[in-house]
């Protein structure tokens, strides 16, 4: 098979004032072939609508090459079309008159090109709806439209930025099987579709591969082939297996990332990126895996409670992170100091939860030094928020930030006043944490 699209050692960087650069992407190779639906998984955060745009040209890769069918591509790739999360349609234009924008700069005739918008607009189920309004259209009926826009342009690559994530799920099911079976049955002129997802099971049902993604910054820590014949069946065994080896290969690497920056050798310990999770949401997982009594499979414990991968990672994240519970083989079990804070009491798990603060997370220790070197205990969040931007940068900061009074005001560590934007000790803290 010839290569379609080629990603040559892709880098993108970003500087913010003051700052030293930060790397989203970094030295990422990809190449994809006609007939290939691939799938790009990873964390939230980790780059993916980013390389998603720098493949459309409507980003600039700080270094590295894209190249449509053997060409670098240095503007606009003239190969691709974009279906966008948010739908993305001009609510004063018509169901035609929005799909038909897809056209506005293709060497056709007005005739030509309203015959061909006629046409898609029927092959994805919109026909009689062609004189409608984006608000008269249900949320699935408006992603249509705006799959019909890219592919009136009848692109050779089909990018899709998160397509199904802003629908309710039966809807989303609905669009995935009509699109898939558009795209088995060619019945649209596409050669290959790239898909930017965060569901691992979604990747698994549609795409021919998946590529892995880790963050800060992002680089490409797997390519799987899925190889399962269509249509697919969730139950199987084959299926299983690999939703839970990408699990495991997610779960893994930013445990890795994590333990490279607190073992990190220097004078100062490297800042330890917290993923943001509330100190509650982190006590009822762990919890529920208490309550399990044995390993848990994480694909399967995330469809018994209704999470996907962005919502589940973060929190196993924040498990692992701070020795909760341990990953091996996509099953999540409790540590034994896990599980000695799943049995403990309010108070007890306090005291547990502030040692294992102080023993793996350098910012806690640092910010409460702070605040007892202060005569009057208090410091303003903004100075925490200019040290934790330069590890982080400033789009990142304030989450961090957020999550990291959370933690602390769960294990009464320090305290915060949200009026006045002040951290503090209590008055009774020194005594209680001598």
């Not at 079309?81 to 060497?107: D, I």
């Not at 949320?139 to 890219?150: E, H, K, N, T």
């Not at 895996?289 to 848990?296: A, V, Y």
């Not at 499979?297 to 209704?306: Q, S, T, V």
């Amino acid at each position: 098979m010839a290569a379609l699209l080629e990603l040559r050692h892709i880098t993108k960087r970003y500087d913010a004032p003051g700052e030293q650069q930060v790397s989203v992407l970094q030295d990422i190779d990809l190449t994809v072939e006609e007939g290939e639906f691939v799938a790009i998984l990873g964390p939230s955060g980790s780059g993916k609508s980013t390389l998603l745009r720098i493949i459309a040209g409507l980003v600039r890769a700080s270094s590295g090459e894209v190249r449509y069918r053997g060409q670098p591509i240095k503007d606009t790739n003239p190969g691709v079309s974009m279906v966008f999360q948010s739908f993305a349609l001009f609510p004063w234009l018509t169901v035609l008159e929005n799909v038909e924008l897809g056209l506005r700069y293709k060497p056709l005739s007005e005739e030509e090109k309203r015959q061909r918008a006629l046409d898609v607009i029927d092959m994805i189920g919109l026909d009689g709806f062609e004189g409608a309004y984006p608000r008269e259209l249900s949320g699935g009926m408006r992603q249509r439209v705006g799959l019909g826009r890219a592919l009136v342009m009848e692109p050779d690559i089909l990018l899709m930025d998160e397509p199904f994530s802003a629908l309710d799920v039966l809807t989303a099911e609905n669009l995935r099987r009509d699109l898939l079976e558009l795209w088995l049955e060619r019945k649209i002129p596409t050669k290959s579709i790239i898909m930017v997802t965060h569901g691992i099971e979604e990747a698994v049902y549609m795409a021919d591969r998946a590529v892995v993604l880790s963050r800060d910054p992002a680089t490409v820590i797997a390519d799987i082939h899925i190889g399962l014949p269509h249509w697919r069946e969730r139950k199987e065994e084959a299926f299983t297996r690999l939703v839970d080896r990408i699990y495991s290969i997610l779960t893994h690497s930013r445990e890795a990332h994590q333990k490279t920056l607190i073992t990190a050798s220097g004078a100062q310990r490297r800042y330890v990126v917290l993923p943001p999770v509330q100190a509650g949401a982190l006590t009822g997982f762990l919890e529920l895996l208490d309550d399990l009594e044995i390993k848990s499979d994480l694909y399967k414990l995330a469809d018994e409670i209704m999470f996907d991968l962005d919502e589940l990672l973060p929190i196993v994240e924040a498990a692992q992170l701070l020795g909760f519970a341990t990953v091996s083989q996509g099953d999540i079990s409790l540590t034994e100091v896990g599980k000695r804070f799943a049995a403990a009491n309010v108070l007890e798990r306090k005291e547990i939860f502030r040692a294992q603060l102080h023993e793996r997370l350098p910012i806690f220790e640092r910010i409460r030094w702070v605040l007892e070197s202060k005569r009057n205990r208090r410091m303003p969040r903004e100075f925490f928020l200019e040290v934790i931007r330069k590890n982080v940068g400033t789009e990142e900061a304030e989450s961090q930030l957020d999550t990291i009074i959370d933690w602390a005001r769960y294990s009464e560590l320090f305290a915060y006043d949200e009026s006045t934007k002040v951290l503090y000790l209590e008055d009774d803290d020194e005594a209680a944490h001598a």
